[in-house]
């Protein structure tokens, strides 16, 4: 059974950091994209995709938005991918949820979610 576990979120105040951390099993990790999304509540349901890391850890992703902030690594021999986030904002809260995956920016391009961990971000 593949199960995806985020963990390192909080609350944070605006300038502030966090690093997220998402463990996996059930799967082979290291032959999979990972990639982090974000949910908010006045945007609806749908999941953005914030960052994205390939397999072999070579390629990695970012939105615009959090581009030059959040970092995006994997520890294959760990199975797991983290998400470094820098010079927080509130417009970065959200819950944040990581993604195993062929790839890609779309959420329906990732078959296992975890079941995502709350950021707040203060002003």
């Known amino acids: 059974q593949v199960q995806l576990v985020e963990s390192g979120g909080g609350l944070v105040q605006a300038g502030g950091s966090l690093r997220l951390s998402c463990a996996a099993s059930g799967l082979t990790f290291s032959s999979y994209a990972m990639a982090w999304f974000r949910q908010t509540p006045r945007k609806g349901k749908e999941r953005y995709f914030v960052a994205g890391i390939s397999w072999n850890p070579v390629s990695t992703y970012y939105s615009d938005s959090v581009k030059g902030r959040f970092t995006i690594s994997r520890d294959n021999a760990e199975n797991t991918v983290y998400l470094q986030m820098r010079g927080l904002r509130p417009e970065d809260t959200a819950v944040y949820y990581c993604?195993?995956?062929?790839?890609?920016?779309?959420?329906?391009?990732?078959?296992?979610w975890g079941q995502g961990t709350q950021v707040t971000v203060s002003s």
């Open positions: 993604a195993d995956g062929p790839g890609g920016l779309a959420p329906v391009e990732y078959d296992y």
